[in-house]
């Protein structure tokens, strides 16, 4: 149990929080919430968050135009068919499927969904029957799915015509699951790199999330290194015309499915790549409570700015007659009211909503019933930002050094993680670890050569004598010193033969690209120092 005391001028007894989604939940009940409520902020951005929401697993959702391998994805990374699977050239996944773990396998639809306190699914209610018909959750006994949810989607078409055939707002849909999930993970085909209007408006609509974005570059062994270059680029172009930011989203490369490769030779990129996208995605449980805490503080602030605006325009309207017209002129100069705002309260442009979607909604808005800001509701989200977030921070470091090390396992993680498969085995410093020879003694006649030259007093060279040799590598002094300590194996300051040839291994290794080892590995130990 974790404790703490808030103060709004008068003493109050301490809050007791058993865990950080309990903190989380009741500083949004009592802070965030009344203030949301009162500037009907869920009629603008979204719904209100419930228990589930700050309960549930960490989700990661896959978005992406058809047939770039999405389902084949998770198939991929479950190593298991899930029920609903169907897989195919053409846009064959046409739902929206949460693949969760339960004890049976099959299929929930959504009308039943969301009504299910348990699942963080109820506030999608609002979208309707159109897309409740086309939202199911596949449920089904899996180790990965114990530590994640995965949310497949429909594939993304191109043309006017399929976007209002879907019967709902396909990008709202995606915002919705954006803001709730930990990795949002945007799948291109190395074949196909057109971006369709209604991906362009889907990756737009994720805007305000590209922290939890990561691109992958799917089909990359289908080909050759030249043509991945120049894809690679032009997707890079692509995206930047799109996302708008000066950052650079991290794209991985590789072929995401448990089939040969059909073209070979960028085998250790997409191994590097697979395993780099894995880690990312292993480590979500881990972060899941940092991540809850950050969107909360995003939803705070963006309720702090949605509260101004809504007293703003209701202390600008008439008490009397022509209500109407001064709503139309408001909804029209809404720009100078942000900046009067921002002006006012100090407050950051990136903090605002997006001023078309604002003028949008508000003109359907009964401007009369809108309330003029209350000092207490602000002053308690001003609390919440400055003094118990602050103080939940600190609950989740202990919270994450209490716990067990949490990563995704089963599944495709399991495939590398150890063993001669395993990313980077019997490579660089690995090299000879399930050999019965010294590794080294391969190119110890080379390195002897070089040994005696140096003037070995009593079968030993100084550090000083070393170091003549060591620094024709050019490689930097830090580096040098770790070998020279790698190397330095009975720590006498002096280097005999095998430890000269083992320091000239390891120079050669970090020219060749690979890192050293933090500890001498017990395969390259020379075979005199093994016995001490």
């Not at 709202?172 to 930990?182: N, S, T």
């Not at 002897?448 to 004598?465: C, H, Q, R, W």
């Not at 050019?474 to 040098?480: A, D, E, Q, R, W």
Request: overall charge negative.
């Amino acid at each position: 149990m974790f404790s703490w005391a808030s103060r709004d001028g008068r003493r109050k007894e301490p809050e007791l929080f058993s865990t950080v989604s309990d903190g989380l939940r009741r500083l949004y009940r009592t802070k965030l919430l009344p203030l949301e409520e009162a500037h009907r902020f869920h009629d603008f951005h979204s719904p209100a968050l419930e228990d589930a929401d700050f309960d549930n697993k960490p989700m990661v959702l896959l978005v992406g135009q058809y047939s770039t391998g999405k389902t084949t994805f998770i198939r991929h990374l479950m190593e298991q068919d899930f029920p609903g699977m169907r897989i195919g050239p053409e846009p064959t996944t046409d739902s929206f499927i949460a693949v969760m773990h339960g004890e049976q396998e099959g299929l929930v639809p959504g009308n039943a969904l969301v009504v299910d306190p348990k699942k963080p699914f109820r506030k999608l209610n609002a979208f309707g029957n159109a897309f409740l018909n086309r939202f199911v959750c596949a449920q089904m006994p899996n180790p990965v799915l114990e530590s994640i949810s995965i949310i497949d989607t429909p594939g993304i078409l191109s043309g006017e015509k399929q976007r209002i055939s879907r019967g709902y707002d396909f990008a709202a849909v995606l915002e919705w699951f954006a803001e709730r999930v930990d990795r949002i993970i945007l799948l291109f085909d190395a074949h196909k790199l057109d971006i369709s209007d209604e991906f362009s408006e889907v990756i737009r609509a994720l805007k305000n999330h590209e922290d939890k974005m990561r691109v992958v570059l799917n089909k990359s062994d289908q080909i050759g290194t030249q043509q991945l270059m120049r894809v690679y680029g032009a997707l890079m172009w692509s995206l930047g015309k799109i996302v708008n930011t000066p950052e650079v989203i991290r794209v991985y490369i590789g072929s995401f499915w448990a089939q040969p490769l059909l073209v070979p030779d960028n085998r250790k990129l997409f191994e590097a790549e697979e395993q780099d996208l894995f880690r990312d995605i292993q480590s979500l449980p881990r972060n899941a409570a940092l991540r809850k805490l950050n969107d909360l503080i995003k939803r705070a602030r963006l309720a702090k700015v949605h509260a101004y605006i809504i007293s703003a325009l209701k202390k600008e309207m008439p008490n009397m007659f022509g209500k109407e017209n001064k709503k139309k002129e408001l909804i029209a100069n809404l720009g100078e009211i942000y900046t009067k705002i921002e002006k006012e309260q100090q407050i950051s442009p990136g903090d605002f909503p997006k001023l078309s979607k604002m003028q949008e909604i508000l003109a359907g808005q009964d401007f009369t019933k809108f309330q003029m800001i209350k000092p207490k509701l602000l002053e308690g989200v001003e609390d919440m930002l400055a003094n118990d977030i602050a103080r939940l921070m600190t609950l989740v470091r202990q919270e994450e050094a209490a716990a067990p090390s949490q990563a995704v396992q089963g599944g495709a993680f399991e495939g590398t993680m150890n063993g001669p498969f395993g990313h980077g085995y019997g490579e660089g410093a690995g090299e000879g670890i399930d050999e019965l020879e010294w590794i080294v003694a391969r190119d110890k006649p080379t390195y002897d050569e070089i040994f005696y030259t140096l003037s070995p007093v009593n079968g030993k060279v100084s550090g000083a004598m070393a170091k003549k040799e060591m620094v024709k590598s050019k490689l930097p002094n830090t580096v040098l010193g770790k070998i020279w300590k790698l190397a330095d194996v009975d720590k006498d300051g002096f280097l005999d033969d095998e430890e000269f040839a083992l320091a000239n291994h390891l120079i050669k290794v970090k020219l060749e690209g690979h890192e050293l080892p933090a500890e001498l590995p017990d395969h390259l130990v020379p075979p005199s120092k093994r016995a001490q």
